[in-house]
């Protein structure tokens, strides 16, 4: 007998925590979203929904809203505007030396989510879910509960926040960055070499650091075989999602623990240099 939600699960769930992590800036928070939103699936006629992806991408944001609206609740921040400026970019270079960092996962979330924490939860809902995944705004309107005019002005408002954050921050009009960044995180979780090479430039190059004391000299690839092997040999079975704004970025979990940050440079849609960051006590 066929698993209806086990095919569905199989399909869509890397796609739905990307998209959770997005809103929430917590693995363990994006994994438990969708547990809980295929749970509700399972308790509802799967045959009478026209687009399971579109059901669980709704009621995925809807729990996504609800869990940024209690979490604000619960958190009284005295962090002032100014302080959320990010400092530096996020690449390599800019990761710390061994001896002084906490962890990679406090780094990285510092860097990519400062900027959204200036968004209301509505805001950062609809602009997740209109300028990086690309939902309709009529959609969006289910989601968040209000008209769909209402929430183009949420979008906007969190693009000009956006904006105006740092001066290191990416224009927000890369939706077709998210899209080569999410080909490379499902070839890359499936361990897909043929699918990763042609999400790869001919000339593609990349480079690898190894946060260790001492550390190891850097691992430099060349070329769409060399590069997707060795990403494969690191990243299949990861928990792989991407960065919500500023250059494009795969991050890589497991056990719900960051263990590595893939920094990419995209070029005629197609991914043209890799800048990996790996924390081997984390894996």
Request: charged share 25%; aromatic share 4%.
């Amino acid at each position: 007998m066929s698993d209806p939600i086990g095919g569905l699960l199989a399909a869509h769930r890397p796609y739905l925590i990307n998209l959770a992590y997005q809103m929430v800036g917590d693995i363990g928070d994006a994994e438990d979203v969708v547990q809980e939103a295929f749970l509700r699936l399972s308790q509802t006629d799967i045959d009478a929904i026209d687009d399971p992806r579109g059901w669980l991408t709704v009621v995925s944001s809807r729990l996504c809203l609800d869990h940024v609206r209690s979490a604000r609740h619960r958190r009284v921040s005295t962090t002032e505007p100014e302080t959320l400026e990010r400092r530096v970019p996020l690449n390599h270079s800019a990761m710390p030396d061994p001896g002084e960092r906490v962890t990679l996962d406090d780094e990285v979330h510092d860097a990519l989510f400062e900027v959204l924490g200036r968004l209301t939860a509505p805001e950062r809902v609809a602009f997740v879910l209109h300028d990086v995944f690309g939902v309709p705004f009529d959609e969006i309107a289910e989601t968040v509960g209000r008209p769909s005019a209402t929430c183009r002005q949420l979008a906007r408002r969190a693009r000009i926040k956006i904006q105006a954050a740092a001066p290191v921050t990416a224009p927000v009009d890369d939706h077709e960055h998210h899209l080569v960044t999410e080909r490379f995180i499902a070839a890359c979780a499936d361990g897909d070499l043929e699918a990763l090479t042609q999400v790869l430039a001919p000339d593609v190059w990349g480079v690898g650091t190894i946060l260790a004391d001492p550390a190891p000299p850097p691992q430099v690839n060349h070329g769409r075989e060399a590069v997707g092997t060795n990403l494969l040999r690191y990243l299949t079975g990861a928990t792989l999602v991407s960065g919500p704004v500023g250059r494009p970025v795969a991050l890589a979990f497991s056990q719900r623990r960051l263990f590595a940050v893939v920094v990419l440079t995209i070029r005629d849609g197609l991914v043209a240099k890799i800048e990996a960051t790996a924390d081997p006590s984390a894996r």
